[in-house]
């Protein structure tokens, strides 16, 4: 596995593009937004892109940017919220790196995206900001984020802060990596009401 490559995943509104840049700079690494790439390449933005040629376009053109940008090295790669849904992504990002998810209530979630004037509209909820359809989404996915290797939940953390844990998680996931004495499945790590605690979940 390539230990420099770290995928962001996570529901629309959790910091994936916004933190992913603050730590791909502060790494001296490269940042790439798998939707921002289909976009520019295609001259359209992705709610265009979706309504234009539909979603299973959409997921082809999804995997094959995703296999393009895994050749590289050294990179922070922020992903659409529902690219977990193609099994062949899955199979990708584990093997090519590593995988950090950025949680948020669904309250946060909705704040956040109303807050975002600069945001598209996110073709799977159509402009749909409500409880209820965010909900929908979130928990038909939220099977797949859970499977990430560190999950840090955003809802009290500045964009700041957010960037420090991501870079602590980088270096703890490939210090487990290279412990020959103890197998980790997964690290993750959740938030309490006055800390980040750290767990491992051994084999």
């Given at each position: 596995?390539?230990?420099?490559?770290?995928?962001?995943?996570?529901?629309?509104?959790?910091?994936?593009?916004?933190?992913?840049?603050?730590?791909?700079?502060?790494?001296?690494?490269?940042?790439?937004?798998?939707?921002?790439?289909?976009?520019?390449?295609?001259?359209q933005d992705i709610s265009q892109v979706f309504a234009s040629q539909g979603e299973p376009t959409f997921r082809?053109?999804?995997?094959?940017?995703?296999?393009?940008?895994?050749?590289?090295?050294?990179?922070?790669?922020?992903?659409?919220?529902?690219?977990?849904?193609?099994?062949?992504?899955?199979?990708?990002?584990?093997?090519?790196?590593?995988?950090?998810?950025?949680?948020?209530?669904?309250?946060?979630?909705?704040?956040?995206?109303?807050?975002?004037?600069?945001?598209?509209?996110?073709?799977?909820?159509?402009?749909?900001?409500?409880?209820?359809?965010?909900?929908?989404?979130?928990?038909?996915?939220?099977?797949?984020?859970?499977?990430?290797?560190?999950?840090?939940?955003?809802?009290?953390?500045?964009?700041?802060?957010?960037?420090?844990?991501?870079?602590?998680?980088?270096?703890?996931?490939?210090q487990s990596h290279d412990t020959e004495t103890v197998s980790y499945t997964h690290l993750r790590a959740h938030?309490?009401?006055?800390?980040?605690?750290?767990?491992?979940?051994?084999?």
């Amino acid at each position: 596995m390539n230990k420099n490559i770290v995928f962001l995943t996570g529901f629309s509104g959790t910091g994936k593009t916004t933190v992913g840049r603050q730590v791909a700079k502060l790494l001296s690494w490269r940042f790439i937004d798998i939707d921002e790439e289909i976009s520019f390449e295609l001259g359209q933005d992705i709610s265009q892109v979706f309504a234009s040629q539909g979603e299973p376009t959409f997921r082809d053109l999804e995997h094959k940017k995703l296999l393009e940008v895994v050749a590289d090295d050294n990179l922070i790669i922020s992903t659409g919220g529902g690219i977990l849904t193609d099994e062949r992504n899955q199979t990708v990002m584990a093997k090519s790196g590593f995988t950090i998810c950025l949680e948020a209530s669904i309250d946060t979630i909705i704040n956040r995206l109303k807050q975002d004037v600069s945001s598209e509209i996110r073709p799977m909820l159509k402009g749909d900001l409500s409880v209820k359809s965010i909900s929908k989404l979130k928990t038909y996915r939220q099977h797949l984020y859970s499977q990430a290797d560190w999950t840090i939940h955003t809802d009290k953390l500045s964009e700041k802060t957010v960037a420090s844990e991501l870079i602590r998680a980088i270096h703890l996931i490939n210090q487990s990596h290279d412990t020959e004495t103890v197998s980790y499945t997964h690290l993750r790590a959740h938030e309490t009401d006055s800390y980040l605690v750290c767990r491992l979940l051994l084999e």
